[in-house]
């Protein structure tokens, strides 16, 4: 049988990296296998006592049956005559070989291996070597009739650990055998529990996959586990957030298209006006007019391009450090100008640096949005005021001008696209407003309108400080 690929095994291990049936199994399967390698580990030393604790009960009682033997005879001297129980004990089938010693208490050898050592302790088996070979001994004292008060008999009987072997072996594998098999049995209810437990998941992802699905509508929390419910809320809130997203878009391409087919079709109009004039100073008043329309048509696109490029997610975020001071005396020096021509006084008034980090570009062209405005709605003779200055945590900068302001009741109004208020004579887009706020937004700011000391509008801008 031929080996999976290297491309195949890694296809594999990123199938079970990346699903959750696999890692949950892989959790439950490594649990549980760590857990029967302990109870293995725990298994053996229990089999090596018990086993321990067998083979010392027959050392006692072969050990007690010699002891019991053990005579003084008619001429004082001390004898024993080994009974054949004694030592058919540990006849397991095991080839299990038996040695035993009797000693009385000034050292002299009754019978058995005078050259079997006696245990550390009496009554309790120790593993010894004895000839090469591992043998479990155990020895006691055993008074003996005839030998007076302190006439008491060593015996020491040890044998070969074939049979203890043996009886561990046979009670680790039974424990062993268990321990598979309760182990098997809880992974295939494991394996069980996941396909039924995962159900309600499958079932949201075909219903998250199912055709119907493109009109977003909202999943039903009750069809799943309670602690999947969060994220089926998660997942509702996400498509409503999308479905609103989506329709402002919507709205948007409308209005946009809206407002760029009348700059579009005037323009049409005016170039093919100017194309029948033959006479120079009506052709010159034509061209002059397609140019403005050029200029405003241009315009709207630009601020249509920066509102894009303002909204969520449309770009890459930027934290560059810029000094709004000097951002708003570059865009001021930018417009003098415009304000020289429609007779407007511009000033600045800056309190030192005051810098924020964000995008640079937006951040210049939100200033510019204000500016043009103010410019814009401003009758001449008029004045433009553009403030900077430093409020604790905050970078404040303010846009004031002498012209009509905005009435309190549309004030909320006026940052929705393409909003103008009724009955204003400034040519506009109404996106001014609305870029101004996406921008501040971004930024993690905020903008209020509010009366200028010189009757007109003032713009509030709070961001920030870094």
């Known amino acids: 049988m031929a080996l999976p690929s290297s491309a195949e095994r890694h296809s594999l291990f990123n199938g079970l990296r990346f699903s959750l049936r696999a890692q949950l199994l892989a959790w439950v399967t490594a649990t549980l296998a760590a857990v029967l390698c302990v109870n293995l580990f725990l298994g053996l030393k229990q089999a090596q006592e018990t086993a321990d604790i067998v083979t010392d009960n027959m050392l006692l009682g072969s050990a007690r049956v010699i002891a019991e033997a053990v005579r003084v005879d008619a001429g004082g001297m001390i004898a024993v005559d080994i ?6 004990i540990f006849n397991t089938g095991y080839g299990d070989r038996v040695y035993y010693r009797v000693a009385t208490p000034w050292g002299n050898i009754v019978a058995g291996y005078d050259t079997l050592a006696m245990p550390d302790r009496r009554g309790a088996g120790q593993n010894m070597r004895f000839r090469d070979m591992d043998i479990r001994a155990l020895a006691i004292d055993h008074p003996v009739v005839g030998l007076g008060e302190d006439g008491v008999v060593e015996v020491v009987v040890a044998v070969t650990r074939n049979g203890e072997e043996a009886l561990r072996r046979r009670l680790w594998l039974s424990d062993f055998m268990y321990q598979f098999v309760l182990v098997a049995v809880a992974g295939l209810v494991t394996l069980l529990g996941l396909q039924r437990g995962l159900g309600p998941v499958l079932r949201l992802r075909d219903a998250v996959l199912a055709s119907r699905r493109e009109r977003l509508e909202p999943f039903d929390p009750a069809s799943v586990q309670m602690e ?8 509702n809130d996400y498509m409503d957030r999308v479905q609103k997203q989506m329709a402002a878009q919507r709205r948007f391409v409308a209005n946009a298209a809206h407002q760029l087919r009348t700059p579009l079709t005037l323009l049409m109009t005016q170039a093919a006006v100017a194309a029948r004039e033959t006479d120079p100073a009506s052709r010159t008043e034509a061209l002059q007019s397609l140019t403005r329309s050029t200029r405003h048509a241009s315009r709207l696109a630009e601020q249509l391009l920066a509102l894009t490029r303002a909204e969520p997610g449309s770009r890459a975020p930027r934290a560059e450090r810029i000094d709004m001071a000097e951002a708003a005396r570059a865009v001021l020096e930018a417009h003098a100008e415009e304000a020289l021509r429609r007779n407007i006084d511009i000033g600045l008034e800056v309190k030192g640096p005051a810098p924020v980090v964000g995008d640079g570009a937006m951040l210049r062209e939100m200033i510019v949005n204000l500016v043009d405005n103010a410019l814009r709605y401003t009758p001449a003779p008029g004045e433009v005021t553009v403030g900077v200055r430093c409020e ?9 001008d002498s012209g009509p302001g905005i009435p309190e009741g549309e004030r909320g109004q006026v940052f929705e696209r393409f909003y103008r208020i009724m009955g204003t004579q400034a040519e506009g887009s109404g996106l001014g407003l609305a870029i101004v706020r996406e921008v501040v937004d971004g930024a993690g700011g905020s903008v209020m309108l509010a009366t200028a000391a010189a009757g007109g509008l003032s713009v509030v801008v709070r961001l920030p400080r870094q």
């Open 83 to 88: 009974p054949p129980a004694a030592l058919e």
């Open 228 to 235: 999947l419910r969060p994220l089926v809320h998660a997942l």
């Open 392 to 400: 604790g945590d905050e970078v404040v900068l303010t846009v004031e």
